[in-house]
Every structure is written in structure tokens, then in C-alpha cells.
Nanobody, 126 residues
Framework: QVQLVESGGGLVQAGGSLRLSCAAS????????MGWFRQAPGKEREFVAA??????STYCSDSVKGRFTISRAKNAVYLQMNSLKPEDTAVYYC?????????????????????WGQGTQVTVSS
């Protein structure tokens, strides 16, 4: 079992920055991919970014590329969000991918992940 706990969400003005954290416990993250997803009201959960724990390769969705950065250290995954826009408003979830040989760019579906955190709200005001 893996426990994932997100933190760092909040209210920020457009153009501002936030750093989300995801603390993982219960199992080693070696050889897994960790991802961030988000879900806005009335919309489906969508992929944001992912990182391979071993090696550190990353992949971001086109909607956040150049503004968001995913990183990892010890037992935590981070999402640095810059130049935030009102359309970035959502609940952000951290997740661990199922054990596969695939790189982060191939793990962009909700069904590719089996452990999820409870989410943290990010609200960007215009």
C-alpha cells in the first residue's frame, strides 16, 4: 500500500505561482512513475505531468508546458506552477502509476495509475 498526501494548494492571482507537494509513504517509489492530474468542476480528470522516479525523465501536457515543472526528492513529488491562469483552477491530485516499463509520456491516462492522494484545491483568480 502507498499513501499519498498532497499539500500546497490555495488561492492565487493570475500570473502568480504555487508549489504543490506530494508526500509518499508505505512503499518505495523506485521504478515507478509518479504523476499529477487535475479536475475542474464539471470536467473529467486530466493529466498534468509525470516523472520517472528512477532516472527522473519527465513529461508535461501541452496546456502546462513551459509553466509547470515536476520534480522529485526523497519520498516526495513536487509540482512548481508558474504563470498561473484562471483555467488552471482545479483540484490537483498526485498519483502513482501501475508498474510498467513505459516512460512518463506513455502514462497520461487516469487508468494508468492505481494509487491516488486526496487532492488539493488550487484557485486562480483573474
Amino acid at each position: 500500500q502507498v499513501q499519498l498526501v498532497e499539500s500546497g494548494g490555495g488561492l492565487v492571482q493570475a500570473g502568480g505561482s504555487l508549489r504543490l507537494s506530494c508526500a509518499a509513504s508505505g512503499q518505495s517509489l523506485d521504478n515507478y512513475v509518479m504523476g499529477w492530474f487535475r479536475q475542474a468542476p464539471g470536467k473529467e480528470r486530466e493529466f498534468v505531468a509525470a516523472i520517472a522516479w528512477s532516472g527522473g525523465s519527465t513529461y508535461c501536457s501541452d496546456s502546462v508546458k513551459g509553466r509547470f515543472t515536476i520534480s522529485r526528492a526523497k519520498n516526495a513529488v513536487y509540482l512548481q506552477m508558474n504563470s498561473l491562469k484562471p483555467e488552471d483552477t482545479a483540484v490537483y491530485y498526485c498519483a502513482r502509476a501501475r508498474r510498467t516499463p513505459y516512460p512518463p509520456r506513455s502514462l497520461v491516462g487516469v487508468s494508468d495509475y492505481d494509487y491516488w492522494g486526496q487532492g488539493t484545491q488550487v484557485t486562480v483568480s483573474s
